[in-house]
């Protein structure tokens, strides 16, 4: 694992983690079937994080809400079911429209050869990551994420040769489910965090699917993507529309296809396509799910 974190940041981020994820391992409950699963997710992201070098006398804790849910074994594997229960035993995938179009949208509008480094900001799991990586054989994908566990995840997924990874799924009970390393050697993986990021001009593709509805101030993540595009690079964006009414001015931004567009427009975006798609899937339990609306963007930052 990578770090793309600033200097004074990055000793708190790490420290956290590393914090959290011991308690984490405390709190597991030896009885669980999955006991073993979880504990050795969190036992190898606590290894990869002790191989950056940090100073830790001066901390600054990151002790952040969002990032404390997004470490959590719990979401972690919530996530990679749905990146990737297709290729698990279960074989169904509902969110698998979200990842379909996501490549659609390159497909048509941009598959360029010369695309070098492509960027999948709060990629999680890394569903896009493993995508991206075999649209594009030749070019770096960078998986970007400030969360270890779900990076930890990602990189023995998409990155390994490790054969049946073991995946905890929930459905009526809990079940560990296996999938074999699709060995990609074309990915990085790097501890992020977009609220902070310095990075220029370094992706010819940005793409970044339900995370910045999550971030405090849409205006600005926006403008965070829009530096780290190269000149004339690519953004290819989706997020989940019209489900939240107790939200902050700030957070009111992108909360529908019209609003999207004129906000990636302010920002120097020139639009190609942004339409509502979806829905976006999630399976309940047997009898019901649960639908959202997916609004997608690609736009283009064109220099005159
Ligand atoms: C809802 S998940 C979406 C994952 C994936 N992009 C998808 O579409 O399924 C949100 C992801 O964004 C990450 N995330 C949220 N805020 C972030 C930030 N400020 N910087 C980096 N990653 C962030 C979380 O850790 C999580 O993995």
Redesign the pocket.
Known sequence: MNLLLNEEDKDGYIMNQIESINKMIENLDKRWIHYKTIKSLLEDTLNELKKIKFNNKTIQRTHER??EK??NWV??YR?AN??FSRYLNSKTSY?EG?FSTLLALNNMYIHDKSIKNIG??????G??VLDFSLAYPNAKIHG????SV?LTLGKKIVSSCDKEIEIVRREDNIIIDKINGFKRNNCLWSM??????NIKEEFDIAV????IN??PNHKE?INKIYNMITPNGYIIY?DLTGWRIDRKEEQELLKDKDSIKKCFEDTGFVTIECFDGGPYVEKENDSNFIFYKQTYYIGRKCIK
Do not use: W
């Not at 999948?120 to 799991?125: A, D, N, R, S």
């Not at 970044?208 to 995370?211: K, M, P, R, T």
């Open positions: 969002k990032i997004y470490i979401e972690v996530l749905y990146h969110s979200l999948i900001i709060g990629c999680g799991p569903r896009s970007l994420d400030y969360s779900a992020f965090d977009l609220t902070k990021s970044c699917s339900n995370v999550l971030m993540a989706a």
